[in-house]
């Protein structure tokens, strides 16, 4: 039948075709008027946000430029109280600016506090003091002053910073501040006032806006907006007004005028609404047309359709197999849709139970009026699950052996054989046990896997295939679910112990802070001591099977419900309940079974554990957080002895923070020049006659001032610093020596400590012989103070690689004699010129008989073995008259001088004889 108008020449037609148009448009009409208006709202309130974002770049960018010529003013003004009388009024701004090559300041002056006390621009002077008694008269706490001009140019805009008594003033010059502001036409340009609605900067044509909030301004095509710069913080003024206009433009949709996109949706929605009345009003007159709409949906892949048509006639007939070819098409659709949505249901990995729900509703659907179930086995083969169901809740249940093996045996659907027995696993009243019971295994190379069961009328032919695609389906589907626990089970557990992995631990650790919520939980970060030693001497595989008996040993002291996770090396995790009691108990026990003796293979093993500890939420709420502090007390708990537990503290926090400030300044200390150097006299016994000087180094930072060498240099050694911070201080050692040499101060020789780091480089020897080349200075100038751990070890190699700065003629000296690691049998083959006593001897001569008898056999050790002796950490006469008792040759310490600027050095040399003198 073709379409046509034809048909509405019918009364009941034309009564349906006009009733659903009118039914339409009217809705459309009314809610197309409505969206039109908020469309027009939404598109003018999109660009007015436009320009509120236009004005507030406009603003930061004034505002950087503002704290530049405050930065350079004041800069000029740290320069000095002399540099005033040349002001150079070509203040440039920084090189990468956007503005660069444009003066800053129109002019600078310099006021003092008499009134008339003025350098530079006498004007500027004036007008800034009358700003500054408009403004109240209180110039400290306001920098930031300006002019309105009457002719409508730009504000004159002054800058003032006090350096000490004066007052530093500069006119920004116009080109700087606003810079491509002033570039704008009547219709599109930005216009600055302060708050009072003074105008500071408007281009022709331009008109402030009302406020200072960014509200929309005009309403009658064009457009503006205003921002707020905030300027009281950094300059104490009130607040500037910038206001952004845009020239009058039409409201687009998707390129096209407002107004013509709404008529021409109109004239389709009309159009489209014709169409489908014709259509619906033509389908309510003949069977024909129900038929042909019947089979353009089925077409569309529309299953579910059914024709309804009188019966008693052909086209009843008609629609009756239209109907049934229809109800197998849906559902042979049904299963396929089925059998997809658990394909991606697999591939997405998604939990079992929802994808279980959906075969029990499809078989369900196969037999609205039959009673069906499912029962999956579990993994290990000796339990079955009944998926829950309309008839019956989900249970565990044993299934017969008998009904297993029948099950196991036939290769074909099983009949009502063992229905009895399989209806009472359904829950099957005994009344129904009669009925026809289908079961049809879902098997697997491993057996079978699941039962899909069925109680009632036979089924018919498609019925029984699709039960038998089904089953196979969710065979497929369970093996692919076991394959992905096991992968998952992988993913998140430690292959070695069992124990959870790092994954799976943040897993656990992300799920309790979920869960807790204020009751929290305690983790215990465990660091095991000496496993390292114990994997590189006696093997991997003795490392591997120490793990696993330590993992084992967690599981058995950890309470049930713990968690004990392996996040990597040897290291463990266990996170307990909240009860703080409990687990500083259970951490205890850990470092005390840990410390005993451990049996494998035959061998003793000994190691030991550091425990951190942390309580959520009382230190943490975040997982990264709670890691990094736990992690911190553990470290704690090494430093103080290793072996036991430790809670975080604070203050660890603030350690790992000042370390972390420390690790990234230190490099750039060594860059910018930040360090310094000085020096403490050493002086020969007897006298007070300088015999060397010890070169000290210091950090001197901008913000945080002096920085003590015990907190940087042990950090240096650390992160691999020192090396450069060793080479900084012996070339400038050598520097201020030939400094002094110059000036005529005779210094005999500076003393600079090496550390292992330098000396292992290939070309030490070379680089110092370089330096002092360099600088003019002979090797005997020079001492190099070593410690005596650097010659544990492979000592040969040291004394190498010192020979031939010894032959040279530079001196080395031996640091800290008698707290290392040197042997009495190789101390007379090591290339040393001076053996310096540590100051923990010193200390305690004349009080402890021990710390006089150690003294005293070192210095006739070095005097036998033809060595210079030197005594460090000299405070009292006391000491100085034992040390000279003993034979000692040379001093060092507070008695004599604190370690000195290179610039006091001097001045203590000229007071040293004179108090050798007196004395």
Same mark, same amino acid.
């Given at each position: ?19 659903l148009l009118w039914a339409a448009l009217l809705p459309l009409a009314v809610f197309g008027g409505l969206g039109y208006g908020v469309l027009a709202e939404r598109l003018l309130g999109s660009r007015v946000q436009q320009l509120q974002e236009a004005a507030k770049y406009a603003g930061l960018g004034v505002h950087d430029r503002l704290l530049s010529a405050q930065s350079a003013l004041a800069a000029l003004a740290a320069a000095g109280p002399d540099t005033g009388r040349n002001v150079s009024l070509a203040v440039e701004p920084s090189t990468g600016a956007p503005l660069a090559g444009r003066k800053m300041f129109r002019a600078v002056s310099v006021i003092g506090r008499e009134e008339g006390a003025v350098t530079g621009a006498a004007g500027l002077a004036t007008l800034w003091r009358e700003l500054s008694r408009a403004a109240g008269g209180r110039p400290g706490a306001q920098r930031l002053w300006w002019q309105a001009a009457d002719d409508g140019r730009e504000a004159r805009v002054v800058l003032a910073v006090r350096a000490g008594e004066r007052w530093w003033v500069g006119e920004l010059a116009a ?96 159009? &489209?609404? !014709?169409?489908?009345?014709? +259509?619906? $009003? =033509?389908?309510?007159?003949? *069977?024909? /047309? #129900? @038929?042909? %709409? ?119 659907? &099983?009949? !009502?054989?063992?229905?009895? +027995?399989? $209806? =009472?696993?359904?829950?099957? *009243?005994? /009344? #129904? @046990?009669? %009925? ?121 002291? !950890?309470?049930?419900?713990? +968690?004990? $996770? =392996? ?7 266990? @996170? ?344």
């Open positions: 039948m073709q379409l046509g108008p034809g048909f509405l020449r019918s009364r009941i037609g034309r009564r349906v075709f006009w009733t080109e700087y501040l606003w810079g491509d502001l002033r570039d704008a036409d009547a219709e599109v340009g930005t216009c600055v006032t302060d708050a009072h609605g003074q105008r500071l900067m408007c281009p022709a044509g331009t008109t402030a806006g009302r406020d200072a909030r960014g509200d929309r301004v005009r309403r009658d095509g064009a457009s503006a907006a205003s921002w707020s710069l905030f300027t009281r913080a950094d300059f104490g003024t009130v607040d500037w007004v910038f206001t952004r206009h845009a020239a009058d433009a039409r409201l687009l949709v998707g390129g096209l005028p407002l107004e013509q996109a709404a008529w021409k949706g109109a004239l389709f929605s009309l159009l &489209l609404l !014709a169409g489908l009345s014709l +259509l619906l $009003a =033509r389908r309510t007159l003949v *069977p024909l /047309e #129900r @038929l042909m %709409e019947g089979a353009r949906r089925l077409a569309r892949r529309d299953w579910s359709c059914r024709v309804r048509v009188p019966e008693g006639d052909e086209f009843g007939q008609l629609a009756g197999a239209f109907n049934d070819m229809a109800a197998r098409i849906e559902r042979q659709m049904q299963a396929l849709k089925l059998q997809s949505d658990i394909d991606r249901e697999i591939l997405a990995g998604v939990e079992l139970a929802p994808v279980l729900g959906q075969v029990m509703a499809r078989l369900q659907a196969l037999a609205p009026q039959a009673r069906v179930g499912l029962l999956v086995r579990s993994p290990a083969g000796d339990r079955w699950t009944r998926v829950a169901s309309a008839h019956a809740a989900a249970a565990t249940l044993e299934l017969d052996a008998q009904l297993l093996q029948c099950i196991e045996a036939e290769d074909r659907p &099983l009949s !009502a054989a063992h229905g009895r +027995l399989a $209806a =009472r696993l359904l829950g099957l *009243p005994d /009344e #129904r @046990l009669g %009925e026809c019971v289908q079961l049809v295994p879902a098997r697997t190379a491993e057996g079978t896997r699941a039962l899909l069961m069925r109680v009632g009328a036979s089924p018919d032919e498609d019925h029984e295939r699709e039960l038998l695609e089904l089953a196979d389906r969710v065979a497929v589907m369970l093996v692919a679910f076991e394959r992905e626990r096991r992968l998952q089970e992988r993913a998140v557990r430690d292959s070695l112990t069992g124990l959870l992995n790092r994954a799976g631990l943040l897993e656990a650790i992300d799920q309790r802070l979920a869960q807790a919520g204020d009751a929290g939980f305690v983790l215990a970060f465990i660091d095991l001591d000496g496993f390292k030693t114990v994997n590189d001497s006696r093997g991997h595989s003795v490392g591997d099977a120490l793990l696993c008996e330590v993992a084992g040993l967690l599981r058995t002291l !950890a309470p049930a419900e713990a +968690l004990v $996770a =392996r996040p990597g090396g040897d290291e463990f995790v266990l @996170l307990l309940a909240p009860d703080c009691l409990e687990a500083d108990r259970l951490a205890q026990t850990v470092c005390q079974r840990l410390a005993e003796p451990i049996v494998l293979e035959g061998q003793m093993l000994r190691i030991g554990a550091s425990i951190g500890l942390v309580c959520s939420p009382d230190h943490g709420r975040e997982r990264v957080e709670l890691m990094r502090r736990a992690d911190l007390a553990m470290y704690a708990a090494k430093g103080a002895g290793r072996g036991r537990h430790m809670w975080f503290e604070p203050v660890q926090d603030e350690r790992a923070a000042e370390r972390a400030w420390l690790q990234s300044e230190l490099p750039r200390a060594i860059e910018r020049d930040e360090l310094l150097l000085h020096f403490q006299p050493r002086v020969v016994a007897g006298g007070r006659r300088l015999a060397a000087l010890e070169a000290l180094v210091r950090w001197q930072h901008p913000q945080r001032g002096l920085i003590p060498p015990l907190q940087f240099i042990p950090l240096a050694e650390e992160i691999g610093q020192i090396e450069a911070l060793g080479h900084w201080v012996l070339e400038a050692a050598c520097r201020q020596q030939r400094r002094w040499r110059d000036a005529g101060l005779r210094v005999p020789r500076v003393a600079v400590n090496v550390s292992a780091l330098q000396l292992a480089a290939p070309d030490f020897a070379d680089r110092v012989l370089r330096v002092l080349r360099r600088h003019g200075l002979a090797p005997a100038d020079l001492e190099l103070e070593l410690t005596e751990s650097l010659f544990v070890g492979d000592a040969e190699d040291v004394c190498s690689r010192l020979q031939p700065l010894r032959d040279a003629g530079v001196l080395v000296a031996l640091d800290d004699f008698g707290t290392g690691f040197s042997s009495l049998s190789s101390l007379h083959r090591l290339p040393v010129d001076v053996l310096k006593i540590d100051r923990s001897f010193v200390v305690d001569l004349g009080r402890r008989e021990s710390a006089d008898a150690v003294t005293r056999s070192i210095v006739v050790l070095a005097q036998a073995l033809g060595k210079h002796v030197v005594a460090e950490g000299v405070e009292t006469q006391a000491q100085i008259e034992h040390l000279s008792a003993l034979g000692c040759e040379e001093m060092q310490g507070y008695f004599f001088a604190r370690p000195l600027p290179a610039a006091q050095v001097a001045d203590w040399l000229q007071a040293a004889p004179a108090e050798a003198a007196e004395s």
